[in-house]
């Protein structure tokens, strides 16, 4: 090796990709897959992932987390008989279905601090409208208002689902879910033919499709009472001739006839809806793309990719150093406001009671506690070169990806992780043989965003950001590589040991 060569390789730095790290086996990478594409078929929103984390907690020993179950504070423990978690000890607290907290204690006093995962499971999203359902020109449709960041213009011209909830006024629960099953049918948003998209073509792109254009199809025929409907009807064939007249009448037949429809299978009407909340997801499934299979293509990666990862680690965490703590939180994509979101306080809540039962200080644990801000990162684009540093990018393939920034202009509303930090998880990466890389988000003035690292550095506990790298982030079929999904896994079982 020359001289020169010798220099290089000992000075400069470059990330090996993920499928050269010797230490996992395709069959692990692909099992791990097959599982995952499960998963994110039968977890479109964050109620969904919130049902299907719940059917594993059992199973693995957790319990719901209740201070009572627990000693009370100081001189208490002997009357009430009660001890505190023990290390190996799991529980669990969902907050109002949409969020979730999962924890294993630690071999380390509470005081040593957690190690701290938050995922987000909300993702972008077509809301359907308090009144969403609108006859126009013998159409009905169902009106929405968009979650999230979206590009307006690729939510037409897909098949879209039907997922949520209706709170009834008796206060019962319904669950909605229209669209998934092969035999279901599925809602659509039209766009205009290129025959006459002229004036459209010359719009900006954001304008080609404005938000109150994102309606889907709901039903195109109308309300018939002669038709067999299974309603009951007794002098249904002396009067049909009259009835025909009369509904020929009724103004917005195809509505009622969706209503009608929905009111069949579900029990409720168009009052039930304004307390509910529907949207309208893409109704593909996860599938594998690329001839070699390498990546996974699906909704809603961002961020239920990474809370895949950490719920899997979290529920394999036996008896770890740390107390862990993973998060499972809903309304990032809208700015993590309301009490599901990360500004709620529902996380540290958790803590002071855990502080509590464990006799722990709880500015001392928050003070020693690490944290990873799990959320996906943008994959350098090739088509779209211009936006990324290519230097400064993360790529598909080569691991999950640590970001000690977001934010956008000069890293506006951003956590900047410390020095020390990002050194800190790096070699617990090493020690474990996780293949990582690093990530901006992308050129400097190209744009910007953030995640949820603000909302936990807030509490004085350190955090950095940590993530898959997705192509076509929030579009209905983002793209991640079985890699980085793998490598995402790992390093969060690394952090956990
Ligand atoms: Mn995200
Ligand atoms: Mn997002």
């Keep these: 090796m020359s001289n020169a060569k010798k220099l290089q390789k000992e000075l400069t730095w470059k990330f090996p990709t993920a499928f050269s790290n010797k230490k996992i086996t395709e069959k692990a990478v692909n099992d791990f897959a097959a599982e995952y594409r499960k998963y994110l078929d039968s977890c479109k929103t964050e109620r969904e992932f919130v049902t299907y984390a719940g059917s594993f907690l059992e199973k693995h020993g957790y319990r719901e987390f209740r201070k009572s179950d627990y000693t009370a504070p100081s001189g208490k423990a002997e009357t009430s008989g009660k001890k505190a978690p023990a290390p190996g000890d799991k529980l669990f607290f969902v907050n109002r279905n949409k969020a979730l907290v999962m924890c294993t204690i630690g071999k380390k006093p509470l005081n040593e601090g957690l190690r701290i995962t938050v995922s987000h499971v909300d993702s972008p999203r077509l809301d359907l409208k308090p009144f969403p359902v609108s006859e126009r020109n013998e159409i009905a449709y169902l009106k929405t208002h968009y979650y999230g960041g979206i590009r307006k213009y690729q939510w037409?011209?897909?098949?879209?689902?039907?997922?949520?909830?209706?709170?009834?006024?008796?206060?019962?629960?319904?669950?909605?879910?229209?669209?998934?099953?092969?035999?279901?049918?599925?809602?659509?948003?039209?766009?205009?033919?290129?025959?006459?998209?002229?004036?459209?073509?010359?719009?900006?792109?954001?304008?080609?499709?404005?938000?109150?254009?994102?309606?889907?199809?709901?039903?195109?025929?109308?309300?018939?009472?002669?038709?067999?409907?299974?309603?009951?009807?007794?002098?249904?064939?002396?009067?049909?001739?009259?009835?025909?007249?009369?509904?020929?009448?009724?103004?917005?037949?195809?509505?009622?006839?969706?209503?009608?429809?929905?009111?069949?299978?579900?029990?409720?009407?168009?009052?039930?809806?304004?307390?509910?909340?529907?949207?309208?997801?893409?109704?593909?499934?996860?599938?594998?793309?690329?001839?070699?299979?390498?990546?996974?293509?699906?909704?809603?990666?961002?961020?239920?990719?990474?809370?895949?990862?950490?719920?899997?680690?979290?529920?394999?965490?036996?008896?770890?150093?740390?107390?862990?703590?993973?998060?499972?939180?809903?309304?990032?994509?809208?700015?993590?406001?309301?009490?599901?979101?990360?500004?709620?306080?529902?996380?540290?809540?958790?803590?002071?009671?855990?502080?509590?039962?464990?006799?722990?200080?709880?500015?001392?644990?928050?003070?020693?506690?690490?944290?990873?801000?799990?959320?996906?990162?943008?994959?350098?684009?090739?088509?779209?070169?211009?936006?990324?540093?290519?230097?400064?990018?993360?790529?598909?393939?080569?691991?999950?990806?640590?970001?000690?920034?977001?934010?956008?202009?000069?890293?506006?509303?951003?956590?900047?992780?410390?020095?020390?930090?990002?050194?800190?998880?790096s070699r617990i990466f090493s020690k474990h043989n996780v293949t990582w890389q690093i990530g901006e988000l992308g050129a400097v003035d190209a744009g910007g965003g953030g995640t949820v690292a603000l909302y936990i550095a807030r509490f004085d506990i350190s955090v950095v950001d940590l993530g898959v790298p997705i192509l076509a982030m929030h579009s209905p079929f983002e793209l991640a590589a079985k890699y980085d999904i793998y490598s995402l896994y790992q390093a969060v079982q690394a952090f956990y040991k």
């Design 156 to 425: 037409v011209t897909i098949p879209l689902a039907l997922h949520g909830v209706v709170a009834k006024d008796d206060g019962t629960m319904v669950t909605v879910n229209i669209g998934e099953d092969p035999e279901d049918p599925v809602f659509y948003i039209t766009d205009l033919l290129p025959h006459l998209g002229q004036m459209q073509n010359e719009l900006k792109l954001k304008d080609g499709i404005k938000g109150e254009m994102l309606r889907a199809i709901g039903a195109t025929l109308p309300y018939r009472s002669d038709r067999d409907d299974g309603r009951k009807d007794d002098k249904k064939e002396d009067k049909k001739e009259d009835k025909r007249d009369s509904e020929d009448c009724v103004k917005d037949a195809v509505k009622l006839n969706l209503l009608r429809l929905l009111n069949e299978k579900y029990g409720f009407t168009e009052r039930d809806l304004l307390t509910a909340e529907l949207s309208l997801v893409p109704a593909q499934k996860a599938r594998e793309v690329g001839l070699d299979r390498s990546l996974i293509g699906s909704y809603g990666q961002d961020d239920r990719v990474c809370a895949f990862g950490a719920f899997r680690a979290e529920l394999e965490a036996k008896k770890p150093e740390y107390t862990t703590l993973t998060v499972f939180a809903d309304k990032e994509e809208i700015g993590s406001y309301g009490p599901t979101g990360m500004s709620s306080d529902f996380m540290l809540h958790f803590i002071e009671d855990l502080a509590e039962v464990c006799h722990g200080d709880v500015n001392t644990i928050l003070r020693a506690s690490n944290a990873l801000s799990t959320d996906v990162g943008a994959a350098f684009d090739p088509n779209f070169a211009s936006v990324y540093d290519e230097e400064n990018s993360c790529k598909i393939n080569h691991g999950c990806v640590l970001t000690k920034y977001t934010g956008a202009r000069g890293k506006s509303g951003s956590n900047d992780a410390s020095a020390e930090l990002m050194s800190m998880v």
